[in-house]
């Protein structure tokens, strides 16, 4: 059984910083391509950021510039570098990793989700 453990959330104030971090319990070179998702309250869950096996990355329009993802395959983790961090930035964000189980089928796998707050 996959486990996705999600690290780094908190409050910080408008225009700070935070890292999350996403461990896997294997190999995250195992996985077609791993990413974050936030979801704000009374908000459908959204794409942030995702990078794929190969280390192709993208993001989504409004953090581009300010939030970064990376990967340490020694550590099996991933992580989510946000700087200048805005009160829309605010939401749960949580870790996915996508498994292929079969010609053309994928399959996701999900952390619980860590809160980040971001607020004066």
């Known amino acids: 059984q996959v486990q996705l453990v999600e690290s780094g959330g908190g409050l910080v104030q408008p225009g700070g910083s935070l890292r999350l971090s996403c461990a896997t319990s294997?190999?995250?070179?195992?996985?077609?391509?791993m990413g974050w998702y936030r979801q704000a309250p009374g908000k459908q869950r959204e794409l942030v950021a995702a990078?794929?096996?190969?280390?192709?990355?993208n993001y989504a329009d409004s953090v581009k510039g300010r939030f970064t993802i990376s990967r340490d395959n020694a550590k099996n983790t991933v992580y989510l570098q946000m700087n200048s961090l805005k009160p829309e930035d605010t939401a749960v964000y949580y870790c996915?990793?996508?498994?292929?189980?079969?010609?053309?089928?994928?399959?996701?796998?999900w952390g619980e989700g860590s809160q980040v707050t971001v607020s004066s």
């Open positions: 294997g190999s995250i070179l195992s996985f077609y391509a």
């Open positions: 990078i794929t096996r190969g280390g192709s990355t």
């Open positions: 996915n990793a996508v498994a292929t189980v079969g010609i053309g089928a994928t399959y996701d796998y």
